[in-house]
């Protein structure tokens, strides 16, 4: 069974900083690209960024480019999403995602 499981969320001021983790298991982690996703309150599903099987190429949105930072450990079956300079924009539940399959979520709030 494919489980995904953020962590790391929480209430930061506009300007700060958090790091999220997501911890897969049940398929072979470091065979596939994963992905983070992002919805804020009221609207749809954003992406944010994605990072490569073995981490040597990531992209990101326009909105995140140059404040967040994606990248895996692969030994310890973990992805991160590193998130600084944080906007009250940034504000929403942010997702881990491989396939078909997605975490449980984890909320970032930014806000003074």
């Known amino acids: 069974e494919v489980q995904l499981v953020e962590s790391g969320g929480g209430l930061v001021q506009p300007g700060g900083s958090l790091r999220l983790s997501c911890q897969p298991s049940?398929?072979?982690?470091?065979?596939?690209?994963m992905s983070w996703v992002r919805q804020a309150p009221g609207k749809g599903l954003e992406w944010v960024s994605d990072i490569n099987y073995n981490g040597g190429t990531t992209t990101y949105a326009d909105s995140v480019k140059g404040r967040f930072t994606i990248s895996r450990d692969n030994a310890k079956n973990t992805v991160y999403l590193q998130m600084n300079t944080l906007k009250p924009e940034d504000t929403a539940v942010y997702y881990c995602?491989?396939?078909?399959?997605w975490g449980q979520g984890t909320q970032v709030s930014v806000s003074s």
């Open positions: 995602n491989v396939y078909k399959y």
């Open positions: 049940g398929f072979a982690f470091s065979s596939y690209a």
